[in-house]
């Protein structure tokens, strides 16, 4: 492949940052090859047709914390965000609890709404700097904290706009 590499770049496989002047292709955290994950990432957008459960449904932005800016997408049904490989929204950060989420966003299509779950990790989640224990509705703009790190909320669907999923 002829592209060349940023000085420092996210991997496309943990989310995190590395110098590739000293780690070249290969990200130092996670050993996944650049240059592969872009091919495959090219083949697999122009080859095939996204199904329902691929439609983001909107994003949270990390605004305090390890890699602050980066955005992470939530689809229909459950998300679970913690540490772990098997985690929709993979975080980086300390290591605890790590194959337990954090906390869920679950993007309800019938109701039309999103929704903060509490997870099974020992950690505490806030929800707008107030302490959260039970499922509770996200709104454009509230700020989900989790240990040192804090996410905004912005949902694509909703009142306004809905995909069709049963129509693809």
């Not at 940023?6 to 990200?27: A, D, F, S």
């Not at 806030?126 to 996410?151: A, H, S």
């Amino acid at each position: 492949m002829n592209k060349e590499l940023p000085l420092v770049m996210p991997c496309m496989e943990c989310n995190c940052y590395y110098v590739t002047q000293k780690y070249g292709e290969i990200c130092p955290y996670c050993g996944a090859n650049q240059y592969k994950i872009m091919e495959q990432k090219e083949e697999e957008a122009n080859m095939k047709p996204l199904t329902p459960d691929e439609f983001v449904c909107g994003f949270i932005v990390r605004i305090q914390g390890v890699a602050i800016g980066n955005y992470f997408r939530y689809y229909r049904g459950k998300n679970p965000v913690g540490y772990g490989q098997d985690m929709t929204i993979k975080i980086k950060g300390e290591k605890r609890d790590y194959n337990r989420p954090h906390f869920l966003i679950m993007f309800d299509d019938r109701q039309r709404e999103t929704l903060l779950l509490p997870g099974e990790s020992r950690a505490m989640i806030y929800l707008n700097d107030v302490p959260f224990f039970t499922p509770e509705r996200l709104y454009l703009g509230d700020i989900i904290g989790v240990n040192d790190e804090r996410y905004y909320f912005r949902p694509i669907c909703g009142e306004e706009f809905m995909w069709d999923f049963n129509k693809y």
